[in-house]
């Protein structure tokens, strides 16, 4: 409600109350007003009373707001609700992005930031960062995690009653030039198989399994062997194997429920992880009391949970020891994802296989792919239809057809003749 109170000068105090903060405390917001020169006091109470109405709908339709700057309300809004809703890996990752947002906007009021603003800096996460980092550039999905938290700050702002817009609808990220993702080609994958002999054996299933199932690293980590049918050659993702620094290594759910997902492997790759069950059991009898039992196929040197990095460190020095780019661990999922494809698997199967929540992300992910195998649809078309080629070649040409029908025709003249003589 708005209130009002005459200074000694003779000008309004207007204020009006716009509720409570996230801090708990009342926040007011204040207006001046001066009379015209010549007005009654008659007047003057009527305008007054006039201008104090006028201020509180501009307080409600959320044009005056809270004086609070963002940094603030963003921690508030990271320990009320990021930290009690959000995943710990979502929770870690928002953090980061803080790096790079307080700098820019933290210092300023949150009724005082514009769409212009933030457009600004998502621009400029784009344009800067490749000027400082060699002519490398954020990738456009790093931009899109930075206005994605702004985007969350002021709504829930909204929800709190401290604003009635959010300007980040009206900011949109720029697009990027969009690099294929890389992948092992079948050449290096030859490579990594027949040297992987020589290498312990639990990388060896890590490797294989990754390549044969296009699980995420999250997933290949949070296997256990109760998740193994031996009998129907088939292994679960029920969960992942999460780190932090707050936490460290937790078991979480999946990424979606769309992850959890049933896959079937060859006996080749059965045989394999038979002989790493076996091995892990002699190794944890050795051990005796020091072995921490968790079920895990892979883990630490006594049964603990691998750390998330241990399969990355691993692969990069076993790929520089072999003479081969690393390319990341991803990008065995990729591979596996472009072996499908160009096998002609159709994308609800592939998008099946990887566990994704949608096709739209399958398609997302691997269009090009998927238009590259789609070319070759004309040559399985060509291929199946030959016979179609070889009859044509057979068959004389229309000019050779019209030529023989004339020499039939002046056969049977010169007959025709000879038989009237």
Not at 136 to 158: E, P
Not at 217 to 227: Q, V
Not at 286 to 300: Q, V
């Amino acid at each position: 409600m708005a209130t009002f109170r005459k200074r000694k000068n003779g000008s309004y105090e207007i204020k009006v109350s716009c509720g409570y903060g996230v801090d708990g405390k009342q926040h007011n917001q204040y207006k001046s007003y001066y009379p015209a020169p010549g007005m009654t006091p008659k007047q003057i109470e009527k305008e007054v009373n006039r201008q104090a109405v006028l201020f509180e709908e501009e307080c409600k339709k959320g044009q005056i707001t809270s004086a609070i700057k963002f940094e603030t309300f963003a921690e508030q809004w990271l320990e009320e609700y990021a930290k009690v809703n959000l995943r710990a890996t979502s929770y870690s990752k928002m953090i980061q992005v803080t790096k790079r947002i307080y700098p820019a906007l933290g210092h300023k009021r949150l009724d005082k930031i514009t769409s212009r603003d933030i457009q600004k800096f998502i621009t400029g996460l784009l344009v800067n960062e490749k000027n400082l980092n060699n002519g490398k550039s954020l990738s456009r999905k790093t931009a899109v995690h930075h206005l994605n938290f702004i985007s969350d700050v002021f709504n829930y702002a909204v929800r709190m009653g401290m604003l009635t817009d959010n300007p980040c609808r009206r900011v949109v990220v720029p697009k990027t030039e969009q690099t294929e993702k890389e992948i092992y080609t079948l050449d290096e994958v030859k490579k990594l198989f027949s040297n992987l002999q020589n290498e312990p054996l639990n990388y060896q299933v890590y490797l294989t399994l990754a390549i044969y199932s296009g699980f995420r690293r999250s997933e290949m980590l949070g296997l256990e062997w109760k998740d193994i049918d031996f009998n129907y050659n088939t292994i679960k993702i029920r969960r992942t194997s999460q780190y932090t620094s707050e936490k460290g290594i937790y078991t979480d759910t999946t990424k979606t429920k769309k992850s959890q997902r049933i896959s079937k492997f060859p006996e080749t790759v059965m045989e394999l992880l038979k002989r790493f069950q076996q091995e892990q059991s002699k190794e944890a009898q050795r051990l005796g009391s020091k072995w921490e039992d968790h079920d895990r196929l892979f883990t630490k040197w006594n049964g603990a949970p691998m750390y998330p990095e241990m399969p990355y460190k691993w692969l990069k020095d076993y790929c520089k020891k072999i003479k081969i780019p690393f390319r990341g661990i991803h990008a065995l999922r990729h591979l596996h994802a472009s072996l499908l494809i160009y096998e002609g698997i159709d994308v609800v199967a592939v998008s099946s296989d990887m566990g994704h929540s949608a096709v739209g992300t399958t398609l997302n992910l691997y269009s090009h792919m998927f238009q590259e195998a789609r070319a070759r649809n004309c040559d399985a078309i060509s291929n199946a239809l030959r016979f179609t080629r070889e009859k044509i070649t057979q068959k004389s040409s229309p000019q050779k057809n019209l030529i023989c029908s004339l020499k039939e025709m002046r056969t049977s003249r010169k007959k025709k003749a000879k038989l009237c003589q």
